[in-house]
């Protein structure tokens, strides 16, 4: 079930959207080609919230999008977006969410209780990872490590500014995008890069 304040925050996402918006939010992040990276997305790997281990080798031949979330955001009601997303594009795409409690405390919740959540609210069927931290610093996950550092991924330091911001990796294991939180996982933008040719 959502608190009052998380059915409030899903009432107003559509305006925080639109105001992101008009003031001009930045689109999406690319390199001019893919860049292949030093470091190989393939050697990855992340324990999900359910206890099992996803070895990024097996998401090879597939486009990923990761995406750092949250249950008291302005921006939580993406998991319906990302839920859309990959419901439509399953076989082409995998998205993993990974819970975060770095921005203003919006993700208290255990492992358990943010599965619940987001199954019950939203549906959601994309893996979840258990929760981490997604920002610089000692504790940061390493799949964060590898997307935020120019030196792993071969181009990009742009480091997560909110919840829900999204990387997506392609094909062939190379980070291709950075899409700011305000953008909408069944925008244009987003769509248009995971349905591209390799």
Request: proline share 8%; with cysteine.
């Amino acid at each position: 079930m959502m608190t009052l304040r998380q059915r409030i925050l899903k009432v107003l996402y559509p305006l925080f959207t639109a105001l992101k918006k008009k003031g001009g939010a930045p689109s999406a992040v690319a390199p001019a080609a893919p860049v292949p990276p030093p470091d190989s997305f393939y050697d990855l790997q992340v324990q999900l919230n359910n206890g099992k281990t996803l070895s990024f080798d097996s998401l090879r031949g597939r486009k990923v999008l990761l995406v750092n979330t949250a249950s008291n955001c302005g921006f939580t009601a993406q998991y319906a977006e990302l839920q859309q997303l990959y419901s439509s594009s399953r076989e082409d795409l995998e998205i993993i969410g990974f819970p975060a409690n770095d921005f203003q405390e919006q993700e208290k919740g255990s492992d358990e209780e943010i599965g619940r959540f987001c199954q019950v609210n939203f549906g959601v069927s994309f893996p979840l990872a258990k929760k981490s931290s997604v920002v610089r610093g000692d504790a940061q996950h390493p799949v964060y490590q590898w997307l935020t550092r120019q030196e792993r991924n071969g181009w990009n330091d742009r480091q997560p500014e909110w919840n829900f911001s999204k990387y997506l990796i392609d094909e062939e294991g190379r980070l291709t995008h950075y899409f700011p939180p305000a953008t909408s996982p069944v925008g244009r933008e987003v769509v248009d890069a995971v349905h591209a040719n390799p």
